[in-house]
T-cell receptor, first 112, second 112 residues
């Protein structure tokens, strides 16, 4: 079992729809969770982080965390073609080294 | 964005030659990381540093060494490059008290 799992996609949604990206993790001691966006040929860009159970909203983005189910998700409302990218879920390991464990990423395609 | 640069941005080298990649940050971050990104594997940690002259191995460290003689510079060396080390290499850094990592622009390395 991989430590952080994401569906590789591609996930295709029409413009204006809600895109839902999901991630599961195996380390029950994990406390910090991150979503990075990566455009083709570019470096990962941090867009959200969440530490507590529940929802965290930032503009069109909402991160959701359920530690009991070891599940974290990212919702993108009013999806735009510019949101088309690969979204990487990252989980901070329970050690104190600050290391992040990354999922393989989900490719999102927003069709005009 | 953290001020992180990587050099070179692109490099083609031959099997068996040594290669050094440089990561430079201007944020005075204590922690620095080297990752490689390959299709089907996502981002994998090679080595990381938690201070000047303090480094440790990540999950895919074989064939790589690192050095950190100054806070701002973190060097990754491939002692004798192999074709399996063809990849995109990303450097990242983070502040001491936060968990978020910020990435450099990446180096595309091709070993022929």
């Amino acid at each position: 079992q991989k430590e952080v799992e994401q569906n590789s996609g591609p996930l295709s949604v029409p413009e204006g729809a809600i895109a839902s990206l999901n991630c599961t993790y195996s380390d029950r001691g994990s406390q910090s969770f991150f979503w990075y966006r990566q455009y083709s040929g570019k470096s990962p860009e941090l867009i959200m982080f969440i530490y507590s159970n529940g929802d965290k909203e930032d503009g069109r983005f909402t991160a959701q965390l359920n530690k009991a189910s070891q599940y974290v998700s990212l919702l993108i409302r009013d999806s735009q073609p510019s949101d088309s990218a690969t979204y990487l879920c990252a989980v901070k390991s329970s050690s104190n080294t600050g290391k992040l464990i990354f999922g393989q990423g989900t490719t999102l395609q927003v069709k005009p | 964005d953290a001020g992180i640069t990587q050099s070179p941005r692109h490099k083609v080298t031959e099997t068996g030659t040594p290669v050094t990649l440089r990561c430079h940050q201007t944020e005075n971050h204590r922690y620095m990381y080297w990752y490689r990104q390959d299709p089907g594997h996502g981002l994998r940690l090679i080595h990381y540093s938690y201070g000047v002259k303090d480094t440790d191995k990540g999950e895919v460290s074989d064939g790589y060494s690192v050095s950190r003689s100054k806070t701002e510079d973190f060097l990754l060396t491939l002692e004798s490059a192999t074709s399996s080390q063809t990849s995109v290499y990303f450097c990242a850094s983070k502040e001491d008290t936060l968990y978020e990592q910020y990435f450099g622009p990446g180096t595309r390395l091709t070993v022929t």
